[in-house]
């Protein structure tokens, strides 16, 4: 009975195969040769078409009114060779080049420096950024074919304070078998939606909270990724990364092999020619050594924590875009929306440095939520106008022997913002946005921001 | 149960096999392309079309619909010319299928087979969205058709040697039929010679070269940045010293500046398909010249 089932599968298969296989097989050399007379015939015919072509303009040319006459015609015939390119000798080779300056104005009623997430252990760039005028980061971008197997991108950084940072650097593999797409290098994880996306590509100046608490704002590693998209009409996409695990929430641990690993799965699709849309279920795991991040504790005193221990986080996102007729040069709206859950078991040492003179260590459990949804619509060309709200939900924390120093919050964070911008071309923006953030208890910080975005050099792609 | 399993597992394996669909699969950028790769390919091919005539090919993202289309795509037909520069690059990388990288038989640019015309003197964005290349939107003359015909036939026999013999066979009658719907265009179109013009963006030259109009300005100020007021003026006043019969627009685009032309002077603001379904009536190539040639003729009379 089995072996039967099995070898009638087998036989659709090879059945399939056969017209693939039959024609491949037949006398390989016979085919070749026909090839070849087909393609010089071809050849030919397509020259002596191409003289008939311009033998039968020129005679319509010649007895055509003079009005097309003086107007030049394009000329259709065959092609000229593909060597149009004016770039000489090595700067024929140079890479795509694109800069994205950017600068902005901040007005903070409550002071950045003490800005902290509250109930959640903090890493990464977070922060609504300095008071005041000051530039922000600008972006240098260079890709290029490396060769007939890879292809190279970097992306440098450089902030504010004159740092230059590798923001992404990576290779990929271009000529993979089975649809799939390796890369390596530094990059930004393929989790969640925003994640990829270059923080000038936002629709708001700064990341949602959620990723600011659960990512630190944005996720980068360095590693390995794959990814594959299913051969089928409906997207399907699965990719898996490892990496090193440096970055919040994992933490360097100075080990030999894998210390994050992240795998998703996005879906997607159209809805008539108006409406798109794309959801997604990611998961990361890392391992945390000694995390130190600093934690108000019950009596008020603002104690160094150090977690070790495993971090797993799920993300679910969801983007709809919707434009009249597909078009979204007149009007346009996108709604996008993310969901955090993580959860931390290990070690958490209070008063790491001693600095309150209470050192402890003891197990420590925590599961915690948030989400932001956002809504950006486009009234008419180059105007938009958006809306996001964030919510965070500490959850609830087991801290073992440390609940003496320190306790669950009830307390929510939460934010509104308001986003309004004009693109007067592809390469331009200027946005103006206010926010009313509570990230602290009792504490409010309404926010006003002005920011420009410049790109210019090689054309920027447009990611769903 | 595991033998079902193993049962389905290889149903699903032929079905995701290529050769099993039998048509080659192309995945056309634009509709021109879309229906020209069906004019020659017949039954052959199984054609999906990444735009509609209602979407400016320029501001198309790598959505996710398209990016698996692409997954399984023989051959992408696109027009080249950086028209689809913003979307295309990605979609192909991000599906990771081989066939379809450019420089590869499965990767077919249109605008390599025609001359373009005005290729920038100076390539600078403060002169707009500007393509290097040149003007990308070859498909409003149809002398540009035949020789991307030739070219597409050519590289469908070259995809597909079992049938090449049909795919030349359709190139010849359909070249036959074009030249015959050319010569009949030019007849019925000669009173546009010389018409003056005004064009919303300038995505209709080559259209105005074949039929000898004339394009006096443009609404946008520069290629791919809306009109402004400010801009508008000044175009009205280029009407008051040289009069012109139409304001010109593919049907995709707003018709809010054209209209304020219009209100303001005795001109006609004109809607054209800028290709095959761009407006109810042209539904196949022929039928897009013969309505872009009736709507032009109806607003000169």
């Given at each position: 009975m089995a072996p039967a089932a099995v070898r009638r599968g087998i036989t659709a298969l090879a059945l399939s195969l056969l017209p693939c296989a039959a024609s491949a097989a037949s006398d390989d050399e016979l085919a070749q040769i026909r090839a070849e007379i087909r393609q010089l015939k071809e050849a030919y015919e397509a020259r002596i078409r191409a003289l008939e072509d311009r033998l039968k303009e020129a005679e319509t040319r010649a007895s055509a009114s003079p009005a097309i006459a003086t107007s030049p015609m394009p000329e259709t015939a065959p092609p000229a060779p593909a060597a149009t390119s004016t770039a000489s000798g090595i700067a024929a080779f140079n890479p795509a080049i694109s800069v994205v300056l950017q600068g902005r104005y901040a007005s903070l009623s409550q002071d950045p420096e003490q800005y902290r997430i509250a109930g959640f252990p903090s890493g990464g760039e977070i922060g609504p950024g300095r008071r005041g005028f000051s530039l922000a980061e600008s972006e240098l971008a260079f890709s290029a074919s490396v060769d007939h197997l890879f292809a190279g991108n970097l992306i440098i950084a450089l902030s504010p304070d004159n740092e230059v940072s590798v923001e992404e650097a990576y290779g990929v593999v271009t000529a993979a078998p089975f649809g799939v797409v390796p890369k390596f290098g530094r990059f930004f994880s393929g989790l969640g939606y925003q994640n990829e996306q270059h923080q000038h590509a936002w629709d708001f100046i700064d990341a949602p909270l959620a990723y600011e608490a659960f990512l630190g704002g944005q996720y980068a590693n360095d590693g390995l990724q794959l990814k594959w998209v299913a051969p089928t009409e409906h997207f399907v996409e699965l990719g898996a990364e490892i990496g090193n695990g440096d970055n919040f929430p994992g933490s360097r641990r100075g080990r030999n092999g894998v210390g994050s690993f992240a795998a998703y799965a996005h879906t997607g699709g159209d809805v008539g020619a108006s409406h798109s849309w794309r959801a997604g279920l990611s998961y990361l795991s890392t391992r945390a050594r000694d995390r130190e991040y600093f934690q108000l504790?019950?009596?008020?005193?603002?104690?160094?924590?150090?977690?070790?221990?495993?971090?797993?986080?799920?993300?679910?996102?969801?983007?709809?875009?919707?434009?009249?007729?597909?078009?979204?040069?007149?009007?346009?709206?996108?709604?996008?929306?993310?969901?955090?859950?993580?959860?931390?078991?290990?070690?958490?040492?209070?008063?790491?440095?001693?600095?309150?003179?209470?050192?402890?260590?003891?197990?420590?459990?925590?599961?915690?939520?948030?989400?932001?949804?956002?809504?950006?619509?486009?009234?008419?060309?180059?105007?938009?106008?958006?809306?996001?709200?964030?919510?965070?939900?500490?959850?609830?924390?087991?801290?073992?022997?440390?609940?003496?120093?320190?306790?669950?919050?009830?307390?929510?964070?939460?934010?509104?913002?308001?986003?309004?911008?004009?693109?007067?071309?592809?390469?331009?923006?200027?946005?103006?946005?206010?926010?009313?953030?509570k990230v602290r208890p009792d504490v409010t910080d309404d926010q006003l921001f002005l920011q420009y975005i410049l790109t210019f050099g090689a054309h920027g792609a447009h990611k769903y | 149960m595991r033998v079902r399993l193993l049962h389905t597992l290889c149903v699903l394996l032929v079905m995701w096999t290529p050769c099993a669909f039998g048509a080659l699969s192309i995945l056309a950028t634009v509709p021109e392309w879309g229906a020209l790769a069906t004019e020659i390919g017949g039954d052959r091919v199984s054609v999906y079309v990444a735009t509609t005539a209602m979407q400016d090919p320029h501001h198309v993202e790598a959505r996710p619909s398209l990016i698996a289309r692409a997954r399984g795509a023989d051959l992408v037909v696109a027009t080249g010319a950086e028209l689809e520069a913003g979307w295309l690059p990605l979609v192909t990388q991000q599906a990771g299928n081989v066939r379809i990288q450019p420089g590869k038989p499965g990767y077919f640019e249109a605008a390599a087979r025609v001359t373009l015309v005005d290729k920038p003197v100076k390539l600078d964005r403060a002169g707009g969205d500007v393509h290097a290349a040149g003007d990308p939107h070859i498909q409003t003359d149809p002398r540009n058709i035949a020789p991307v015909a030739a070219g597409l036939a050519a590289r469908l026999a070259e995809l597909d040697p079992a049938n090449a013999a049909f795919y030349q066979e359709r190139q010849r009658a359909f070249d036959e039929r074009w030249r015959t719907a050319m010569s009949r265009w030019e007849r019925e179109a000669a009173p546009l010679r010389g018409v003056a013009v005004v064009a919303h963006h300038k995505g209709f030259t080559y259209l105005e070269r074949w039929l000898g109009l004339e394009e006096v300005a443009t609404l946008e100020p520069v290629p791919g940045v809306e009109p402004t007021a400010a801009h508008l003026s000044r175009v009205l006043a280029t009407i008051e010293r040289r009069p012109v019969k139409m304001v010109i627009r593919a049907t995709y685009q707003s018709d809010r500046a054209s209209q304020w032309i219009a209100e303001r002077t005795n001109i006609r603001a004109v809607a054209l398909p800028a290709t095959v379904g761009g407006t109810p009536a042209a539904k196949n190539l022929f039928a897009f010249y013969d309505d872009l040639i009736e709507r032009l003729l109806a607003a000169v009379q």
């Open positions: 504790d019950t009596v008020g005193n603002d104690a160094l924590l150090g977690f070790s221990g495993d971090s797993d986080t799920v993300i679910a996102d969801f983007v709809w875009k919707y434009a009249p007729n597909g078009n979204a040069r007149g009007t346009n709206f996108k709604l996008q929306t993310e969901y955090f859950w993580r959860r931390e078991r290990g070690d958490l040492t209070y008063d790491r440095d001693g600095a309150l003179g209470s050192t402890q260590t003891d197990a420590y459990r925590a599961t915690q939520r948030g989400f932001y949804v956002q809504g950006v619509w486009q009234f008419m060309p180059a105007w938009r106008v958006g809306a996001r709200y964030d919510r965070l939900d500490p959850g609830s924390i087991d801290y073992g022997a440390n609940a003496a120093f320190l306790h669950t919050m009830s307390f929510h964070p939460n934010r509104y913002s308001l986003m309004f911008d004009w693109t007067p071309s592809e390469f331009s923006r200027l946005r103006l946005q206010l926010a009313r953030s | -």
